[in-house]
Every structure is written in structure tokens, then in C-alpha cells.
């Protein structure tokens, strides 16, 4: 990816408001040409309401921006036709089967006719459903469907691919094939513009920004965000999480606690010296205490992190 190519996604000071609130507040970044770009935050963070003023969906209350080179306010219309969106909702037709739902989209997006047949027959076998292209579509598993939506969003060959919260109740594996397909579009020269909550999947974008409350909090490589967390961090087993989340909140030397499954990680200013005070502020409350083990903050320690020190999710 060049730095001097122009950037694929331009935002500069965007704001979306619904009467009083505030639903996007003053957002700048851009997105690289070939970048899979990630975007990450809580419900409620305004992500959703960013896409659809990137996609031409929403009008923006104030500031620019720009997709492909056209203003989002000004060329929304041919904003729509250039790019591939695939919302959080699923967006195929449940009563098409696999073929027709493809032979559908490809009209929409004006594919030229010669090339109609070769651009189905790419969908069906990028999806793993040639074999299945005339089943229902309603009928096919969760994953087949999601891989199916976007062969149909990418079909019409679009520089740039918007994705909201994409495989949201997918499982792991499907997960897995459906980033495979991502990163084969990212080779080939295809802009991606990510939502997800799953950290996992936010690992393997290129760059992340991290937005809460409608605020951009966070913008730069996973490693680098990884890094940026420079703080030791204590794992630690005990019966009840959640209750000793909450008998850490005032202890000494511990900057922030967090639920990991049934375990915890605990942000400390001394990793040594705040053993003893946790142990004590736990056994205290008649918490059982198991291993206390010195670990590196993962990406979602990070998200944590930042989410917290910005003023916490809309619905803390």
C-alpha cells in the first residue's frame, strides 16, 4: 500500500446528531487503498452511524468525507454504486435459492452482461456453494449464508467493501473462512472497511480505530495498540468474578479490574506489591483466591482499557 495514493475512505470532522444527541462526534481518519481497515466499540459507540454516512445511507450533520474519491454528501447516489456494503442484518432474499439470489444482485449492480455468468460462477465457488446453488437460500447454515452475502456485495468488482459487524453469531470456523475470503479480496487490491466486536477478528486487521461514546478514542495498528499498553496486569482464578471485580474497585495500587470468563485481569501499578493487597481485599470479602500470574495485556485488555478511561460503554 502506497502512502502517496490517495486514501480510499476520507473523513474529516464528521458529525451525525439526532436532535440533541450526539450520535458521531467529529470524527477524522482515513482508510488506505488495499487496507483492511478495522472499526471497533461498544454498542452504542457509533459505528453503525458512521457506515451509513460513509455508504450515502445517512446525510452527516456536519464535516466531509469521501469513498473512491466521491463526496458523501454531495455524490451519495454514486457513492452506492461503487462500493460493496453488507450490513449487520442479513440481507439476502430467504425465498431465491443460492443462483438466483446471485443472478439478482449482479443485475442490481449493473455487472455487464457478458460477464454475468463468469461473476456467478466466481461467487458460488468463492462461497463453497456450487454445489448447493439451487438450494433455498433460507434453508442454508448461518456461515453459507453470510459467505454467500458477500460474493453478492462484491460482485459488481467494487474498490472499496463496507462490512457491519458481519459474522455477529457466526461460529469460530465460519468466522475463520469467512476472514479467508477477506484477506483474498485485500490481496487482490480491495479496500475493507471492518466492524466487528470480536477481538479476535481484530487482530487480523491492518489498522483499528477504537470509537466510544461517538468519539474516535483509538487509531492505530493491533501491535502497536498492544504496545500502548505499558502496565503490569495480573490473571487471577477466584470463585465469583464478577464479585471480585467489584471488591477491587477501591484497592490499593490496582488501576482497573475485569472479567475474562472466570477469570480476572487486574491492572496494578506494581505487580509485586499488589499481590498481597488484592489476596487481603478479596479474602476480605469472602472471596476464594487462586493463581495470581504475571501475563501481557491481550487486545481486548486494551479495548478495556481505553473504553474505561473514555468515559466507559453508553450503557455503564
Given at each position: 500500500m502506497s502512502g502517496r495514493a490517495a486514501p480510499a475512505v476520507r473523513v474529516e470532522g464528521l458529525t451525525k446528531c439526532f436532535g440533541d444527541f450526539v450520535a458521531?462526534?467529529?470524527?477524522?481518519?482515513?482508510?488506505?487503498?488495499?487496507?483492511?481497515?478495522?472499526?471497533?466499540?461498544?454498542?452504542?459507540?457509533?459505528?453503525?452511524?458512521?457506515?451509513?454516512?460513509?455508504?450515502?445511507?445517512?446525510?452527516?450533520?456536519?464535516?466531509?468525507?469521501?469513498?473512491?474519491?466521491?463526496?458523501?454528501?454531495?455524490?451519495?447516489?454514486?457513492?452506492?454504486?461503487?462500493?460493496g456494503y453488507m450490513s449487520q442484518l442479513f440481507s439476502l432474499y430467504a425465498d431465491l435459492t443460492v443462483e438466483e439470489n446471485v443472478r439478482f444482485f449482479s443485475g442490481l449492480y449493473g455487472v455487464d452482461r457478458a460477464r454475468r455468468l463468469e461473476r456467478r460462477d466466481w461467487v458460488l465457488e468463492m462461497a463453497g456453494l456450487t454445489e448447493h446453488r439451487r438450494r433455498l437460500t433460507g434453508e442454508l447454515p448461518l456461515g453459507w449464508k453470510?459467505?454467500?452475502?458477500?460474493?453478492?456485495?462484491?460482485?459488481?468488482?467494487?474498490?472499496?467493501?463496507?462490512?457491519?459487524?458481519?459474522?455477529?453469531?457466526?461460529?469460530?470456523?465460519?468466522?475463520?473462512?469467512f476472514w479467508d475470503l477477506i484477506y483474498q479480496l485485500a490481496e487482490a487490491g480491495t479496500t475493507t472497511f471492518v466492524s466487528t466486536h470480536y477481538m479476535e477478528e481484530a487482530e487480523y486487521c491492518h489498522r483499528l480505530a477504537l470509537m466510544n461514546r461517538g468519539a474516535l478514542i483509538a487509531l492505530d495498528t493491533p501491535a502497536a495498540l498492544r504496545d500502548g499498553l505499558r502496565v503490569p496486569m495480573l490473571e487471577i482464578e477466584t470463585n465469583d468474578a464478577p464479585r471480585a471485580v467489584a471488591a477491587l474497585g477501591d484497592a490499593p495500587g490496582v488501576?482497573?479490574?475485569?472479567?475474562?470468563?472466570?477469570?480476572?485481569?487486574?491492572?496494578?501499578?506494581?505487580?509485586?506489591?499488589?499481590?498481597?493487597?488484592?489476596?487481603?481485599?478479596?479474602?476480605?470479602?469472602?472471596?476464594?483466591?487462586?493463581?495470581?500470574?504475571?501475563?501481557?495485556?491481550?487486545?481486548?485488555?486494551?479495548?478495556?482499557?481505553?473504553?474505561?478511561?473514555?468515559?466507559?460503554?453508553?450503557?455503564?
Open positions: 458521531v462526534d467529529h470524527v477524522t481518519f482515513d482508510v488506505r487503498p488495499g487496507e483492511i481497515f478495522g472499526f471497533l466499540g461498544p454498542n452504542g459507540a457509533g459505528k453503525t452511524t458512521t457506515i451509513k454516512m460513509l455508504t450515502g445511507l445517512l446525510p452527516p450533520s456536519e464535516g466531509s468525507g469521501s469513498v473512491a474519491g466521491l463526496d458523501i454528501e454531495t455524490e451519495a447516489d454514486r457513492i452506492k454504486r461503487q462500493i453470510q459467505r454467500l452475502a458477500l460474493g453478492c456485495a462484491v460482485i459488481h468488482e467494487p474498490p472499496t467493501l463496507f462490512l457491519d459487524e458481519p459474522t455477529s453469531g457466526v461460529d469460530p470456523i465460519s468466522r475463520r473462512r488501576r482497573d479490574a475485569a472479567m475474562f470468563g472466570r477469570r480476572i485481569h487486574v491492572t496494578v501499578d506494581d505487580s509485586i506489591t499488589a499481590r498481597p493487597v488484592i489476596a487481603s481485599a478479596l479474602e476480605g470479602h469472602g472471596l476464594e483466591v487462586g493463581d495470581m500470574t504475571d501475563i501481557t495485556p491481550s487486545l481486548e485488555d486494551v479495548f478495556v482499557a481505553l473504553v474505561r478511561r473514555a468515559g466507559g460503554a453508553p450503557d455503564e
